[in-house]
């Protein structure tokens, strides 16, 4: 089955620099990677995702670029702000509408 | 609509008590997902149903755990007999396939088992 892993597992960055979190998957036939953000004692929220057809998409400050060939995909903050702060984490389709997270990244973001 | 709601949002139980968490998608979803958090493994897929049948329960940890979803609008997990090693957040989440993008969390049961 699917396997995802994501680096790092902890970020710290100055505030209005960039922050970027990678994955691996494992299953070539995964075709859709959605990024979830969640803060502290909260759900997971879906920020944005990317499927197969694309190799970036962007929405403001945040981008995610996908490299079929390589198996992997990453996430790209820019211009980071302190509500940025919180555990993101990456997934992958593990076929039959499933979704296999990473272990996820929790970014910390210094005023 | 509310999103999906979960109940409790906090238990406390002791060892060997029986546990039943709850869950009410999001109405017209045909998919609910049960994850489990901790800091050590992360969020693990335990199992999901696409139109109330489990389609795949690979990731129940063992016997002790039991899903069901009698309906469109409400489904259980439950634990028993229940060990401290179960203590996490359990979120059960919903979505209209993945082929339309998102899955929506509820708020989380946080379980811990004495």
């Known amino acids: 089955g699917e396997n995802v892993e994501q680096h790092p597992s902890t970020l710290s960055v100055q505030e209005g620099d960039s922050a970027v979190i990678k994955c691996t998957y494992s299953d070539s036939a995964s075709n859709y990677f959605p990024w979830y953000k969640q803060e502290l004692g909260k759900r997971p929220q879906l920020i944005i995702d990317i499927r197969s057809n694309v190799g970036e998409k962007k929405d403001q400050r945040i981008a995610v670029t996908l490299n079929k060939t390589a198996k992997h995909f990453s996430l790209h903050i820019t211009e980071t702000q302190p509500e940025d702060s919180a555990v993101y984490f990456c997934a992958a389709d593990g076929g039959y509408n499933k979704l296999i997270f990473g272990a996820g990244t929790r970014l910390a973001v210094h005023p | 609509d509310a999103g999906v709601i979960q109940s409790p949002r906090h238990e406390v139980t002791e060892m060997g008590q029986e546990v039943t968490l709850r869950c009410k998608p999001i109405?017209?979803?045909?998919?609910l997902f049960w994850y489990r958090q901790t800091m050590m493994r992360g969020l693990e897929l335990l199992i999901y149903f696409n139109n109330n049948v489990p389609i795949d329960d690979s990731g129940m940890p063992e016997d002790r755990f039991s899903a069901k979803m009698p309906n469109a609008s409400f489904s259980t997990l439950k634990i028993q007999p229940s060990e401290p090693r179960d203590s996490a957040v359990y979120f059960c989440?919903?979505?209209?396939?993945?082929?339309?993008?998102?899955?929506?969390f509820g708020e989380g049961s946080r379980l811990t088992v004495l």
């Open positions: 989440a919903s979505s209209a396939g993945l082929g339309t993008g998102e899955l929506f």
């Open positions: 109405s017209g979803h045909d998919y």
